[in-house]
């Protein structure tokens, strides 16, 4: 086990009708004025948004709004963010959604007190020195936002879907209530198990550290996520499994599972922004698509890990078992795992290649991913 440091700042809220009391918790913390950042207006619907409202205002906390963030967030809504912030001069942002909401509350929250574009944060030109406090209510379990201090953001003049990664930015609160997210719809559902999943098995897979106690880690979030899938797409108004699924995607991306590992990235991530900011296409069905392709290419360079997951996870003694057995897991649940299935030309390969390319090369992985590779990668989808 390589050495490490585990610092999680953020304070889990887990229940039910934990949201209603936001406006305290986040009052406790010394805030009056803050921006509430939502997406394209379903917490207006279903009677979030008012029970929000009644919370902030019951907590003497004025507020500034930003809505209308979409599933894959854009650098001129966080531009609008940052702008609301400094002319309001408010303390604080609040993020009610699923990640993207929170991703784009945390790259506001960054940008606000910064100087320059805060779009330098993403592309490495600056680093993150400071941030306003975070504040989330999640209604949708996929990216761990919640627990984490990434921020994926694309620019939507280049077509580039970058990252930052902060503790920073980490939520100083986050409220998840598995019954906000009962309202889910199956392929939203479908597409989340594959996010969660990805964020698992890509360190799994890649590390050249990875102890026995995390890879076990690994396995159970895994199995769990395609128990509760299972149960949910039959009854989604399940509340034990539905609180189940939205820990267990907490728990991938929070920092713990890669606690000890060494050598690890995150090359199906990388592929999968790419497919995303040129196609619109949903993050988790992008990945469903990249994942089995990308294991047919790599499984090769760590076998052992590779058979150890077709045993494990699916009781299967090869790792082209296992391979196999993930992908017709993600056709079954109805996320995509070809190109085709997600209306994606093969006459577009070089340019999703080279757009990848970009990321690999700011990620540190530009030799081992030439455009070359990964166009190779996606002709295995």
């Known amino acids: 086990m390589d050495a490490f440091t585990y610092y999680n700042p953020t304070r889990i809220e887990f229940g039910r009708e934990k949201e209603n009391n936001i406006g305290s918790m986040i009052a406790e913390q010394g805030?009056?004025?803050?921006?509430?950042?939502?997406?394209?207006?379903?917490?207006?619907?279903?009677?979030?948004?008012?029970?929000?409202?009644?919370?902030?205002?019951?907590?003497?906390?004025?507020?500034?709004?930003?809505?209308?963030?979409?599933?894959?967030?854009?650098?001129?809504?966080?531009?609008?963010?940052i702008d609301r912030v400094k002319s309001h001069d408010l303390q604080a942002v609040l993020g009610v959604g699923g990640g993207s909401v929170v991703d784009s509350a945390k790259a506001i929250a960054a940008g606000a007190l910064y100087e320059g574009d805060v779009w330098d944060f993403f592309i490495q030109k600056a680093s993150i020195t400071e941030a306003l406090p975070v504040y989330a209510v999640m209604t949708l379990a996929a990216t761990a936002s919640e627990m984490n201090?990434?921020?994926?953001?694309?620019?939507?003049?280049?077509?580039?879907?970058?990252?930052?990664?902060?503790?920073?930015?980490?939520?100083?609160?986050?409220?998840?209530?598995?019954?906000?997210?009962?309202?889910?719809?199956?392929?939203?559902?479908?597409?989340?198990?594959?996010?969660?999943?990805?964020?698992?098995?890509?360190?799994?897979?890649?590390?050249?550290?990875?102890?026995?106690?995390?890879?076990?880690?690994?396995?159970?979030?895994?199995?769990?996520?395609?128990?509760?899938?299972?149960?949910?797409?039959?009854?989604?108004?399940?509340?034990?499994?539905r609180a189940e699924f939205a820990w267990a995607s907490t728990q991938a991306l929070n920092g713990l599972t890669n606690s000890g590992t060494g050598g690890g990235n995150f090359p199906n991530h990388m592929i999968e922004h790419a497919l995303s900011a040129l196609f619109?296409?949903?993050?988790?069905?992008?990945?469903?698509?990249?994942?089995?392709?990308?294991?047919?290419?790599?499984?090769?360079?760590?076998?052992?890990?590779?058979?150890?997951?077709?045993?494990?996870?699916?009781g299967l003694g090869t790792a082209n078992e296992g391979i196999a057995a993930l992908e017709s897991w993600f056709s079954s649940i109805g996320t995509p795992v070809t190109l085709a299935e997600a209306d994606i030309p093969t006459e577009r390969i070089a340019e999703i290649a080279d757009n990848a390319h970009g990321l690999a090369v700011l990620w540190g992985m530009g030799t081992q991913y030439s455009s070359q590779t990964i166009a190779t990668i996606l002709k295995n989808a």
């Open 31 to 81: 805030i009056t004025r803050l921006l509430l950042v939502y997406g394209t207006g379903s917490i207006k619907k279903n009677g979030l948004y008012e029970r929000i409202i009644s919370s902030l205002k019951n907590a003497g906390i004025t507020y500034e709004e930003l809505d209308g963030v979409v599933s894959n967030p854009l650098l001129s809504r966080v531009h609008d963010g």
């Open 149 to 241: 201090g990434n921020s994926v953001v694309m620019n939507d003049a280049t077509k580039q879907k970058y990252s930052i990664s902060s503790v920073l930015v980490n939520p100083k609160i986050s409220v998840i209530n598995p019954e906000l997210m009962m309202s889910v719809t199956p392929e939203y559902l479908a597409y989340s198990a594959a996010d969660i999943i990805a964020h698992t098995i890509e360190v799994y897979f890649t590390a050249t550290v990875h102890p026995h106690f995390q890879s076990r880690l690994v396995e159970s979030i895994i199995k769990t996520v395609i128990e509760t899938t299972e149960i949910l797409l039959k009854d989604p108004l399940n509340y034990d499994a």
């Open 280 to 314: 619109n296409i949903a993050h988790g069905a992008g990945l469903s698509i990249v994942i089995p392709a990308w294991m047919k290419w790599y499984q090769g360079q760590n076998p052992a890990q590779f058979e150890r997951f077709a045993k494990e996870v699916f």
